[in-house]
């Protein structure tokens, strides 16, 4: 049998619950995220607009489909999204998602669960130069630092984080780790890496894009990789062959 306070605790959650409509145990406000995942149809983006891939991608899918086993075929969806989405002009809108479906027999539903939850699928247009500028902390302590990059990039394009340029050439968002740590801060453009940024090299490289021209990916100092900008400190010496040290029966 419950004691009176334990009867009295549970008529006073029931009470809190039956007021609010839902367990009073935290007073942070709810926030929907659907715009994450819901698609709505607009005039950009409806299933009446047809997608197929072009005779040279469906061939290069048709490639991929095939590394896998009949009954697993599903396991190429992933790679055909993003077939899908360079094809696409850097988005996958929802003829790109159900064009994959129908390739690999799968439920409209798997795929869309799939490009809604994976970030590198872009469910709005973007602009040919897509700068996605890592603003975790490696980046924020790196260098510069990326809040410093950031503000150069806004006041340069005059946009800021979700936006694109009005003249369509830019679009800016920022993401979570690039993996290159060790070049911080950087930033992801297209399929390169920008690295060892500054206010001045960023403003050249996108300055070079607009122009329609490619800049050096890469580091941006005087690095070739993501070696000690102040030389080597250790691996000095010549690396030792195979079996050099080993005892003569193991040579």
Excluded at 1 to 10: G, N, T
Excluded at 133 to 160: F, V
Aim: charged share 20%.
């Amino acid at each position: 049998m419950s004691s009176p306070f334990a009867r009295s605790a549970i008529a006073s959650t029931r009470a809190v619950v039956s007021r609010t409509g839902r367990r009073g145990f935290t007073s942070s406000s709810s926030r929907r995220s659907e715009s994450l995942f819901v698609h709505r149809d607009t005039d950009y983006n409806n299933p009446s607009i047809k997608f197929e891939f072009t005779p040279e991608n469906l061939k290069t899918a048709n490639e991929i489909i095939a590394r896998y086993p009949p009954q697993y075929k599903k396991g190429a969806c992933m790679p055909l999204l993003d077939l899908g989405q360079r094809q696409n002009k850097g988005w996958t809108s929802i003829s790109v998602m159900n064009e994959v479906a129908r390739l690999l027999d799968m439920p409209k539903m798997r795929v869309y669960e799939v490009a809604t939850f994976y970030t590198m699928y872009n469910r709005e247009p973007v602009a040919p130069n897509f700068v996605q500028l890592c603003t975790t902390t490696p980046c924020q302590l790196g260098g510069c630092g990326s809040t410093k990059i950031l503000e150069t990039i806004e006041s340069h394009l005059g946009i800021h984080p979700g936006q694109t340029t009005k003249d369509g050439k830019f679009t800016l968002i920022e993401v979570e780790c690039l993996g290159a740590c060790s070049n911080a801060p950087m930033m992801q453009i297209g399929d390169e890496f920008y690295e060892d940024l500054t206010p001045e090299t960023t403003i050249k490289i996108l300055d070079t894009l607009a122009k329609g021209e490619k800049p050096k990916p890469g580091p941006q100092s005087n690095r070739q990789t993501s070696e000690n900008s102040a030389g080597l400190t250790s691996l000095t010496t010549k690396p030792y062959g195979p079996g050099e040290f080993c005892l003569p029966e193991f040579q």
